[in-house]
C-alpha cells in the first residue's frame, strides 16, 4: 500500500478544505498564503509534500502559483496585500516552495541571494522590529525563522559548501545550549519545543534535528548529538511518538498525538542515517 493509498482519509479532508477561507488553493481571496494555519497554502504545501504529493498534482501546481505570485523583483515575498515585508514571510515562502520541488526554479535564485544579503550578524536571521519585550536577547537572531531558512538551503548546492550556512547553524546551536527565547519574537527551548511535532510547521525538537542533520558542521557536535538523544527518547519500538500535532491534525492518523507515525519514522530514520554515514 502507498501513502495515499494508506492516508487516503486524511488526504479526502485536506483537500476538501481547499476553499475555507474563500479563496483558491487554500488561500483567501485577497491571496493570503499564510492565514488558517494549518489549513492555509503554507502549511497545506508541506502536508501534502509529506503525504506524497508532488509538483505534477494540480494541487501543488495550484498552491506554487500562489506562492509565486506574491513574488517581488527584489527576491522578497509579500504573503499579504499589506503590512510590513518581514524577512520570516520571505523565508516561510521560500521554504515550502522548496519542499513542492521549485528549489532550482530561477526565479528563487534571487531570493536565496538575498537572505545571504540580510543575514544577521550571529549568523540567523530576524527582523529588526522588536515585538515582545527589550533586551539584548532580542538584538539576536530568530531562531525559528534560521531554522527554516536552513530548511530551505539544504535543497540547494549552498548546503555543505558555503560558511555562511555554518554560521546559521552555530547560532542555533548556541540557542541548544542557552535555551532562553531568543530573538524579537522570543523563541526558546523549553517544555514545548521538547514535545516532538509532524509534521514540521513550528520550531520543536523534532524539526530541529531533522533540519540540523543535513549539515555537517552539526553532525559531529556535542549539542547536536544531544539534541538527537533527546529526540531517541521519544520512540517506542523504533516508531517515533508524535506528541504534540497542531492541535486541528491531532486526530489524523499520519500524525494523531501520543501515537506512533509511520511518516515521521521515516523521517527520523532518514535523520537517524545521515547521522551514520557521517560519522
Not at 530561477?106 to 543575514?119: G, N, S, V
Not at 547553524?169 to 542557552?178: A, G, K, N, Q, Y
Not at 540540523?212 to 516508531?239: I, W
Request: glycine share 6%; hydrophobic share 35%.
Amino acid at each position: 500500500m502507498n501513502i495515499r493509498e494508506q492516508y487516503q482519509s486524511d488526504i479526502e479532508f485536506i483537500l476538501s478544505k481547499e476553499n475555507h477561507l474563500d479563496g483558491e488553493y487554500w488561500t483567501t481571496d485577497d491571496y493570503r498564503i499564510g492565514k488558517g494555519s494549518p489549513f492555509s497554502a503554507r502549511d497545506i504545501a508541506i502536508i501534502l509534500t509529506e503525504l506524497g504529493f508532488t509538483r505534477e498534482d494540480p494541487a501543488i501546481k495550484g498552491i506554487a502559483s500562489k506562492v509565486f505570485s506574491t513574488l517581488r523583483p527584489d527576491g522578497r515575498f509579500k504573503i499579504s496585500p499589506s503590512g510590513t515585508l518581514f524577512p520570516c514571510h520571505t523565508i516561510t515562502a521560500l521554504r515550502v516552495l522548496c519542499y513542492m520541488g521549485y528549489s532550482q526554479d530561477e526565479r528563487l535564485k534571487t531570493t536565496f541571494a538575498h537572505l545571504f544579503e540580510i543575514q544577521h550578524d550571529d549568523g540567523g536571521w530576524r527582523c529588526n522590529k522588536t515585538k515582545m519585550s527589550k533586551g539584548p536577547d532580542t538584538d539576536l537572531s530568530n531562531p525559528g525563522v534560521t531554522l527554516e531558512a536552513l530548511d530551505a538551503f539544504r535543497f540547494t548546492p549552498y548546503l555543505n559548501t558555503d560558511e555562511r550556512l555554518d554560521q546559521a547553524v552555530d547560532s542555533l546551536l548556541r540557542h541548544w545550549e542557552v535555551k532562553r527565547p531568543l530573538g524579537p519574537c522570543h523563541f526558546g527551548i523549553g517544555t514545548l519545543f521538547m514535545q516532538t511535532e509532524y509534521p514540521f510547521l513550528r520550531y520543536n525538537l523534532f524539526y530541529y534535528c531533522h533540519t540540523l542533520s543535513f549539515y555537517n558542521s552539526a553532525k559531529q557536535d556535542n549539542r547536536f548529538k544531544e539534541a538527537v538523544k533527546a529526540l531517541d527518547g521519544k520512540t517506542s519500538n523504533g516508531m517515533l511518538i508524535v506528541e504534540n500535532p497542531h492541535r486541528r491534525l491531532a486526530k489524523m492518523n499520519f500524525c494523531k498525538k501520543g501515537e506512533p507515525s509511520d511518516l515521521a519514522t521515516i523521517r527520523y530514520k532518514d535523520l537517524k542515517d545521515r547521522i551514520v554515514l557521517k560519522t
